[in-house]
Nanobody, 125 residues
């Protein structure tokens, strides 16, 4: 089992920045890709970003490309999401996810085995 705990959410004005963290514990050696998804009220959960096991390969949704940066520190078993130039439409609960699968489609939530409890991000206009 892998446990994921997100932190760093909050309220920020449009144009501002936030940094989300996701700390993993348990069988972390089994983790492959890690990702961030988000869910706004009344909407389906959507992919935000993912990073490969090594941290070399990253993947982003078009809506956040150029504004968000995902990274991971394997020594600390932590993945980060730096969010800049935030917009009101970025308001959502953000979830960290980890996969033990190799060669998956990291844009799709069904490839992830473990999920955090979520952290709220609210961007005011």
């Amino acid at each position: 089992q892998v446990q994921l705990v997100e932190s760093g959410g909050g309220l920020v004005q449009a144009g501002g920045s936030l940094r989300l963290s996701c700390a993993a514990s348990g069988r972390t050696f089994s983790m492959n890709a890690m990702g961030w998804f988000r869910q706004a009220p009344g909407k389906e959960r959507e992919f935000v970003a993912a990073v490969s096991r090594s941290g070399v390969s990253t993947y982003y949704a078009d809506s956040v490309k150029g504004r968000f940066t995902i990274s991971r520190d394997n020594a600390k078993n932590t993945v980060y999401l730096q969010m800049n130039s935030l917009k009101p439409e970025d308001t959502a609960v953000y979830y960290c996810a980890a996969s033990t699968v190799t060669g998956g489609n990291w844009y799709t939530d069904r490839w992830y085995n473990y999920w955090g409890q979520g952290t709220q991000v609210t961007v005011s206009s």
